[in-house]
């Protein structure tokens, strides 16, 4: 485990990747299951692991905010990534945007609900801006079902990819 923990939770805690992390993104997001409502919707080759995990440090340095490596605080044990990025819409304009992936394996515990509760108090105490969004693929109701959960309004869609993405914001 890295030493840098960036959040913990009763459940959870996020920290820095470690340089050597992209075979643990590669097999988080290795089925179809996993990535069906992501950019591409097909399933991740390590070299697209090895591009996010740096994409992922560069943000930190820039923003001092990136998805963060989500492990069971039990047992240390790897279930997925969550955190924010700054998310540019074609106007130029970058907001912060929440997201995180969960292993199928550990879907239903309410990790997601957890971890989202978690970092939209986090990044409010961190006065990083005064709102951030959400967006979910339109099939994708229990991203949708959490994202209310946890006191998202729904905002006006986006179009990502070509699709119409369901869209939600929390507001200081």
Known sequence: MSDTIILE????????????DAELIR??????D???YLS???????????????S???????????????????????????????????SGRGEFELGYSIRKEAWGNGYATEIAT????????????RHFIAFTHPQNAASQRVL???GMQDHPSMTIDGISCPTFMMAQ
């Open 9 to 20: 939770t009763p459940r959870l805690v996020l920290t820095m990747w470690d340089k050597g």
């Open 27 to 32: 097999q988080l997001h290795s089925t179809i």
């Open 34 to 36: 996993t990535t069906r």
């Open 40 to 54: 591409g919707g097909a399933p991740w080759t390590l070299e697209k692991a090895e591009e996010r995990l740096k």
């Open 56 to 90: 992922w440090f560069g943000e930190h340095t820039r923003d001092g905010v990136t998805k963060y490596k989500m492990l069971r605080r039990e047992d240390g044990r790897f279930i997925g990534r969550a955190g924010f990025s700054r998310f540019h819409e074609e």
């Open 118 to 129: 978690a970092l939209a108090q986090w990044f409010f105490t961190r006065d990083l801006a």
């Open 148 to 150: 209310r959960k946890i």
